[in-house]
C-alpha cells in the first residue's frame, strides 16, 4: 500500500482525543491505587524519554547516544535547588526544564562541529564527564547522591498525585504537542533539514538555527522527565541518573515501534514493560533479548511495528509524517 492511501484523522478528532485522554488522565489518582499510580508515573517517565530521543532522531535528524545526560542534570537540578533553598520542588519542575535546554545551548556550539556517529558518542562523552564530576563533588552528594528533603513534611498521597499529574502532562506534550509541532511551519523545517539540508537551505531555511531549536527542545524534554521521574523515586544518584541503560531502554522502545512516528513510542514503551515483566529476574539475560528483540524488529521490519500497522491498516493515528520530496541526505 502507498503512502498516498494511508488516510489520516481529522485534527479535530486529535483535539478531542486530546481533551479526553487530559481528562481520563486527570481522574486517574481518584481510581487507581497507590501502587499502580506509581508504575504509571514510571511509564509515563520511561515513554516521554523515548519520545524525548525519537524527536531527535525521527524529527530533527539527530542521533545521540547520551540523552541520559539531561536525564540525570534535570534530577540533580531540582534536588539541589529545592535541598538547598528550600524550595517546593514542583516549582522547580519547569526550571529544570529550561537548565536542561540552556545546558544544550551552550554545548550546541561545539557538538555541531561533529557529524553522525561522532556527534552521536559526543554528547555520551559530556553525560560521562558529567557523572564523573558529580561523583567527586561532596556538595553534590558524591556517589551517593543526594535526598529529596525538600517534600518530607508533605503530605505523601499529595506528592505522589501531583508528581503523577506532572508526569501525566509530560506524556500528553509527547504526544499531542509533537502533533501540533510537526503541523506547523517548524514541523515543516525541521522535516526539511532531516531529510536535505543543502535543499532545506536552498529553500531559506536556517539549517543550524532550526536543527539547534529541535536539539534544545528535545534536551529540555528529556531533563523535566527526568526530574520527574527522580522526584518520585525520593533519590537521584550518578550512577542511576547518568546510566547508559536509559539510552538502551530508549533505543529500544523507538526501533520496536517505530523511528520518526508519534504512535510508534506508544507500542514500544508497552512492550518494553510487558518484557521487563516476564524476563527481569533473568539478570543480564533480560538485556540480551531486549537487543535480540530490537536486531530482530530492524531486519525484519525496518520502520518498526506502527509501520508495519500503517501499511496494513492504511491508517494513521496521528499523519504527521510528510511525504519528503528529497529522496537522499546530501553530505555536508
Known amino acids: 500500500m502507498t503512502r498516498a492511501s494511508i488516510s489520516s484523522p481529522k485534527p ?3 483535539a478531542a482525543a486530546a481533551v ?15 501502587g499502580d499510580l506509581r508504575l504509571m508515573i514510571e511509564i509515563f517517565a520511561v515513554f516521554t524519554f523515548a519520545q524525548s530521543w525519537n524527536f531527535l532522531a525521527g524529527y530533527v535528524g539527530l542521533m545521540s547516544f ?11 537540578f531540582v534536588f539541589l535547588i529545592s535541598g538547598k533553598a528550600g524550595i517546593n520542588p514542583f516549582l522547580l519542575l519547569p526550571l ?17 562541529r561533529l557529524r553522525d556517529a561522532y556527534f552521536a558518542i559526543s554528547i555520551w562523552v559530556i553525560a560521562e564527564v558529567v557523572r564523573m564530576f558529580i561523583s567527586q563533588k561532596d556538595w553534590l552528594g558524591s556517589v551517593s547522591g543526594l535526598p529529596l528533603v525538600a517534600t518530607r513534611g508533605m503530605d505523601r498521597t499529595v506528592v505522589a498525585n501531583t508528581t503523577f499529574y506532572f508526569v501525566a502532562a509530560l506524556a500528553l506534550i509527547s504526544v499531542f504537542g509533537l502533533y501540533a509541532l510537526s503541523r ?42 527526568g526530574a520527574t521521574y527522580y522526584m518520585s523515586v525520593f533519590h537521584v544518584e550518578p550512577g542511576g541518573a ?12 523507538v526501533i520496536i515501534g517505530g523511528v520518526g512516528t508519534i504512535e510508534g513510542p506508544i ?31 530492524m531486519l525484519v521490519a525496518p520502520k518498526g511495528i506502527w509501520g508495519v500497522l500503517r501499511s496494513r491498516l492504511g491508517f494513521e493515528l496521528f499523519g504527521t509524517r510528510r511525504q519528503s520530496p528529497i529522496n537522499h541526505r546530501t553530505s555536508p
Open 12 to 14: 479535530a478528532l486529535v
Open 20 to 34: 479526553l485522554s487530559t481528562i481520563c488522565l486527570a481522574l486517574a489518582p481518584f481510581v487507581v491505587r497507590e
Open 66 to 76: 547520551g540523552q541520559q545526560l539531561f536525564i540525570g542534570l534535570g534530577a540533580y
Open 96 to 112: 529544570s526544564f529550561v537548565f536542561c535546554a540552556a545546558f544544550a545551548a551552550v554545548c550546541a556550539p561545539f557538538v555541531f
Open 184 to 225: 506547523s511551519r517548524m514541523g515543516l523545517a525541521l522535516a526539511a533539514v532531516r531529510d536535505n539540508e543543502g535543499s532545506a537551505a536552498a529553500v531559506g531555511i536556517n539549517v543550524w538555527w532550526t536543527r539547534f531549536f529541535g536539539f534544545v527542545l528535545g534536551s529540555g524534554l528529556a531533563g523535566i522527565a
Open 242 to 253: 547518568f546510566d547508559p541503560n536509559w539510552m538502551v531502554i530508549m533505543l529500544f522502545i
Open 267 to 297: 507500542i514500544g514503551t508497552a512492550i518494553y514493560f510487558l518484557f521487563r515483566a516476564w524476563f527481569a529476574g533473568t539478570g543480564n539475560l533480560y538485556l540480551m533479548l531486549l537487543g535480540a528483540a530490537a536486531v530482530v524488529t
